[in-house]
Nanobody, 121 residues
Framework: QVQLVESGGGLVQAGGTLRLSCAAS????????MGWYRQAPGKEREFVAG????????YIRDAVKGRFTISRDSAKKAVVLQMNSVKPEDTAVYYC??????????????WGQGTQVTVSS
């Protein structure tokens, strides 16, 4: 069993910065990919960013490309989503995920409980 604990969410003004962090515990595998989904009211859950177990391959959704970056600390079994120049449309609950595959959402092995990000205009 794997547990994922997110931190760093909150309220921020448009143009500001947030740093989301996710720490894994339990019977984790270093071969697992890690990443982030988000879900806004009335919208489907969407994949935001992912990083391979090695840290050598990353995926960033087009809508946030150039503003968000993802990184991994394998020694700490943690993943970080750096959110710069945030926009109101970034408002959502953000979920940390890990597993052998991260897309589609139905194949994800483990989910965090989610952390709220609210961007005010």
């Amino acid at each position: 069993q794997v547990q994922l604990v997110e931190s760093g969410g909150g309220l921020v003004q448009a143009g500001g910065t947030l740093r989301l962090s996710c720490a894994a515990s339990g019977r984790t595998l270093m071969a697992y990919d890690m990443g982030w989904y988000r879900q806004a009211p009335g919208k489907e859950r969407e994949f935001v960013a992912g990083i391979s177990w090695s840290g050598l391959s990353t995926y960033i959704r087009d809508a946030v490309k150039g503003r968000f970056t993802i990184s991994r600390d394998s020694a700490k079994k943690a993943v970080v989503l750096q959110m710069n120049s945030v926009k109101p449309e970034d408002t959502a609950v953000y979920y940390c995920v890990t597993g052998t595959r991260l897309q589609p959402a139905t194949v994800v092995d483990y989910w965090g409980q989610g952390t709220q990000v609210t961007v005010s205009s």
